[in-house]
């Protein structure tokens, strides 16, 4: 979903540099719509940038950049089963079950 008017996204979209939301036109490709954007974190970032990115909300050429999966329109892993930890331990159990 887009997280300036909250519109679901194509699922499995690849987000590039210059794209834009199809309902609201806001760009895409920002710090705030990426999983590694941590405030708090150096440059507010959980990864190892070299220069700031100034405007969070604005459009920026980051190689690091990957969609949040609460934006990308999957589901977050183990959101209906409890913890991730739990459904990870489900899913690895199943495996083994004849």
């Known amino acids: 979903m887009c997280a300036k008017c909250g519109k679901a996204l194509p699922e499995g979209i690849r987000i590039g540099f210059r794209d834009t939301c199809p309902d ?12 590694f954007y941590k405030p708090g974190a150096h440059y507010d970032c959980a990864e190892t940038v070299e220069y700031p990115v100034v405007d969070k909300e604005k459009a920026n050429f980051c190689e690091w950049f990957s969609i949040q999966l609460k934006f990308s329109g999957m589901p977050a892993s183990g959101a209906a089963s409890g913890s991730s930890a739990d459904s990870a331990k489900a899913a690895f159990d199943k495996l083994f079950k004849l």
């Open 24 to 35: 609201c036109s806001a760009e895409l490709h920002t710090c705030r719509m990426c999983r």
